[in-house]
């Protein structure tokens, strides 16, 4: 999709067809938001081509889009697994993008009711999250977080600021960026999952996945997080190209398109 926009070579739209066409005709959603927070790929992939699509992809895809929309939407409007955990970011982000792919107002509305949601129970008003409180490890708000900022980017490509809201408590998505950037700048530093309250944590330690024992956090980890914020607030820009210069890791691509 990416290669079509930047050439104008049907061979790419045709392959993006091609691919996204056989995706929607074979696969059946299971609402897993961690199993398929990879979608949003795909969204972005037909939005870039969207317009010159034909009408058969078209028809193929849109369906698809109000399903997930729907879908995750219903869930998080019940009682799903991890309610108010990272789990609910990542179906507010795939809701979000479904939802303004359709162009259904009604979709729309739920998701940004959603989102709002999310950000009054998930994050917390001195930046924190309810994530970090569990998991006792940054990698679980970076996971909340970047979910939630994308959801906020696909508003703001829409005309609408999610990204400022704030919720009664105070909590919103800049003031837990703040947070995390105390870290990000090695002005704090963190031990990851010491004091983790969920047995998976420790079950996956014990089971040799290292990445879940305690160990320092590495603010490099923090480079995509920030990547994305700055495409929101320009006053981040600095956090990441620090991170980036110290680190030497890199965002995606698309994340740095105008930086």
Same mark, same amino acid.
């Given at each position: 999709?990416?290669?079509?926009? +930047? ?33 949003? !790929?795909?969204? =972005? !992939?037909?939005?870039?081509? $969207? ?9 193929? +895809? ?5 399903? =997930? ?35 259904? !107002? ?27 409180? $569990? ?13 939630? =900022? ?9 005309? $609408? ?30 031990? $990851? ?62 994340? =740095?398109?105008?930086?």
């Amino acid at each position: 999709a990416l290669g079509w926009r +930047l050439t104008r070579k049907r061979a790419f739209l045709h392959q993006a067809e091609r691919y996204l066409v056989a995706w929607a005709s074979i696969y059946r959603s299971d609402f897993n938001p961690i199993d398929e927070t990879g979608l949003d !790929a795909m969204v =972005m !992939a037909y939005d870039l081509i $969207e317009a010159d699509a034909s009408a058969a992809t078209r028809a193929r +895809l849109d369906p698809f889009w109000a399903a =997930m929309a729907r879908g995750y939407l219903d869930a998080l409007e019940g009682r799903p697994r991890g309610a108010v955990t990272n789990w609910s970011s990542h179906r507010v982000k795939l809701a979000t993008l479904a939802a303004f792919q359709t162009g259904d !107002a009604t979709l729309i509305d739920r998701a940004r009711a959603a989102y709002r949601r999310q950000i009054a129970v998930n994050l917390h008003a001195d930046g924190s999250t309810y994530d970090f409180a $569990e998991r006792d490890a940054l990698h679980y708000v970076t996971y909340s977080l970047d979910p939630l =900022m994308m959801a906020a980017l696909a508003a703001r490509a829409h005309g $609408e600021d999610w990204f400022g809201y704030a919720a009664p408590s105070g909590a919103s998505l800049p003031r837990s960026l703040d947070w995390l950037a105390t870290f990000a700048s090695g002005a704090r530093t963190h031990i $990851e999952f010491r004091n983790s309250r969920v047995a998976f944590d420790r079950e996956r330690a014990a089971a040799g996945q290292d990445d879940f024992a305690p160990h320092p956090w590495q603010p490099k980890k923090a480079v995509n997080s920030f990547s994305l914020a700055a495409r929101l607030d320009p006053r981040f820009a600095a956090v990441r190209d620090a991170l980036i210069a110290r680190s030497g890791a890199r965002p995606p691509e698309w994340m =740095m398109i105008g930086a």
